[in-house]
């Protein structure tokens, strides 16, 4: 890391004490000293300010709540500051085996250059790598141990597939596992040149270039990569001369033997924006996606992350229980969530409770409610099979109406709260027996027919939205 003089070190002391002059008017006496009392002055990274924190818990909970206003006020004292870095003092906090101990979190817009005149290329393309975004941070469960083991082959010599294309719902894990990728790679030989960037800043450098007529050396800088990593592929989708030129930097690297792994929140088929060649050469590899996460996954991740704040706050396990089966949604929120009750915890000098935790959230579970009805359902399970609602509640038997009929039933005892008999009233008046019998076949069914399985899961995950 290059630091400045001692000159301008010593304008950026006085700076950051007219920051903390600032932010202690603007923040409660409680919240200043919890969250950004503890904050030192580093130094200057480039045109970023170095903060140091004692703890990664710190680190995530200020880089998500204060990092914003604190970079405005840097950029109100001193306008040449661009942003902030956050970083874990060494020695205070576990860290990833392989990663350096400064390595910072980098925060907001990273490849924003000051001002919005794009300057030309620099030779540093890709983006930073969260420290955080480990192999062994990972948890592997049902739904993601595919993409999993992938990435780890990929991170290994020779692997056997080329590109690794991965691909899952927001906040599952595939930037996290791109960036592990990284790290293994780089701590293995650091020699071997990573380059990892999102789809935006791809098109963002390549359209740099052309305004700097400098295609050449933004083709030699992708084209010199030994592993390229893009995330986030289905924002390339539209832009003809981006996408030209993304082909042709794949090709290109691909010809050489080099390695590719792209991410994006749909497989490539499903691609619809991006040209049928690219759709398809896309997915000559191996195509790995990351299903919605399964309530032991969820649990598991609660566990570890959990396992990470140990020192300042214990979470009984009733509570991650709690947390696992109420936040479904995806990982962010999961860890977000479980970031709020800690915090909370640590704020007020409140132990965490089952009681706590749902003060604590009673927003965000609210909007995880949505109470699924029994209508909800039929109309849904109809509009999927093609078949009319009145079937839902006819006396037919043929195996087209009886089936959806019976994963009707299977979801609203799994949605709803209500009873067996409840049920079968609201499907033309059936009697409480049969409705059992639905539900054993339907659960024996998923175990031998993943369509059916898969059906299911989509249309539960349609219904709680
Ligand atoms: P995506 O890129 O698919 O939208 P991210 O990789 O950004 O999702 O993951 C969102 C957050 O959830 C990150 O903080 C990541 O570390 C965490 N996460 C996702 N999956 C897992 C997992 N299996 N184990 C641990 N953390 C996970
Ligand atoms: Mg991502």
Redesign the pocket.
């Given at each position: 890391m290059h630091l400045h003089s001692k000159s301008v070190t010593y304008d950026l002391d006085e700076h950051w004490s007219q920051v903390q002059g600032l932010l202690r008017t603007e923040f409660d006496d409680t919240a200043y000293r919890t969250w950004l009392a503890p904050l030192d002055l580093i130094g200057l990274e480039g045109d970023r300010v170095l903060l140091g924190v004692p703890t990664r818990f710190l680190r995530d909970w200020v880089a998500a709540h204060y990092a914003d206003r604190i970079r405005a006020l840097w950029r109100c004292v001193n306008p040449r500051v661009c942003g902030i870095a956050l970083t874990v003092k060494p020695g205070s906090s576990v860290r990833p085996a392989g990663v350096a101990a400064t390595a910072p979190t980098l925060l907001g817009p990273a490849p924003a250059p000051c001002d919005a005149a794009p300057q030309p290329l620099d030779g540093d393309i890709g983006a930073p790598l969260d420290p955080?975004?480990t192999f062994d941070?990972?948890?592997?469960g049902k739904s993601?141990n595919l993409a999993f083991a992938a990435a780890r082959r990929v991170a290994a010599p020779e692997p056997p597939f080329n590109p690794l294309f991965l691909y899952?719902g927001?906040?599952?894990?595939?930037?996290?596992?791109m960036h592990a990728i990284a790290w293994q790679i780089r701590a293995q030989n650091p020699r071997r040149k990573v380059v990892y960037l999102s789809a935006e800043k791809f098109m963002y450098q390549f359209i740099k270039a052309l305004r700097f007529k400098d295609t050449m050396s933004f083709k030699e800088l992708f084209r010199s990569a030994d592993v390229l990593m893009v995330?986030d592929v289905q924002f390339i989708g539209g832009k003809e001369s981006t996408q030209e030129e993304f082909f042709h930097t794949f090709n290109a690297l691909a010809d050489r033997g080099r390695q590719i792994v792209v991410?994006s929140d749909r497989s490539p088929a499903e691609l619809t924006g991006l040209e049928e060649r690219i759709r398809s050469r896309l997915g000559w590899g191996l195509v790995a996606d990351?299903q919605p996460t399964t309530y032991e996954?969820r649990l598991g991740?609660l566990q570890?992350k959990a396992q990470e704040f140990v020192r300042e706050a214990r979470v009984p396990d009733n509570v991650l229980a709690f947390l696992a089966h109420r936040i479904t949604s995806?990982?962010?929120e999961l860890?977000g969530a479980l970031n709020r009750v800690v915090a909370q915890a640590i704020l007020v000098g409140r132990a965490i409770t089952l009681e706590m935790a749902q003060d604590v959230l009673r927003d965000l579970l609210r909007a995880h409610e949505r109470r699924v009805t029994i209508e909800d359902i039929q109309k849904l399970v109809a509009e999927h099979y093609r078949i009319r609602i009145a079937d839902m509640h006819s006396a037919r038997r043929a195996r087209a109406v009886a089936r959806p009929r019976q994963v009707a039933m299977y979801l609203a005892k799994q949605l709803t709260p209500r009873s067996l008999p409840e049920i079968g009233r609201k499907f033309g008046g059936r009697d409480h027996t049969t409705v059992m019998h639905a539900i054993r076949k339907i659960e024996e069914l998923r175990s031998t027919d993943p369509v059916l399985s898969e059906d299911i899961e989509a249309l539960r995950r349609l219904l709680q939205g």
């Open positions: 955080r975004f941070n990972f948890v592997v993601n899952g927001v906040g599952l894990g595939k930037t996290h596992l995330d991410s990351i996954l991740i570890s995806n990982v962010r860890e």
